[in-house]
């Protein structure tokens, strides 16, 4: 939403969270390959990352990301 993209850019204004360039390029260091969607959601307080990557042998990868820390909390895949 609108409003959704809005906040979030002014979180990332603020400090309070990393612009995803900065998030998505962190992820593919330990996960080479092309970022296919990303979500910014706010839960409990804490606005995580919802990435959906494509790695280089195929496998569609689904990983959270704190968006302050870029910390990686949790990390789903699947072969293709």
């Known amino acids: 939403s609108r409003r959704g993209r809005s906040q979030a850019r002014d979180a990332v204004q603020r ?3 990393r612009p995803l360039e900065e998030v998505t390029a962190q992820v593919q ?4 390959g092309r970022l296919l969607d990303a979500q910014l959601r706010q ?3 804490r606005w995580i990352y919802h990435l959906k990557m494509l790695t ?9 990301v704190d968006a302050r820390t870029a910390q990686i909390l949790g990390i789903a895949g699947r072969k293709r």
Do not use: D, S, T
């Not at 260091?29 to 080479?32: L, N």
């Not at 280089?56 to 959270?64: E, F, K, S, T």
């Open 15 to 17: 400090g309070e969270i």
């Open 29 to 32: 260091k330990r996960y080479p």
């Open 56 to 64: 280089r042998n195929g496998r569609v990868l689904r990983v959270a």
């Open 43 to 45: 839960a409990r307080g």
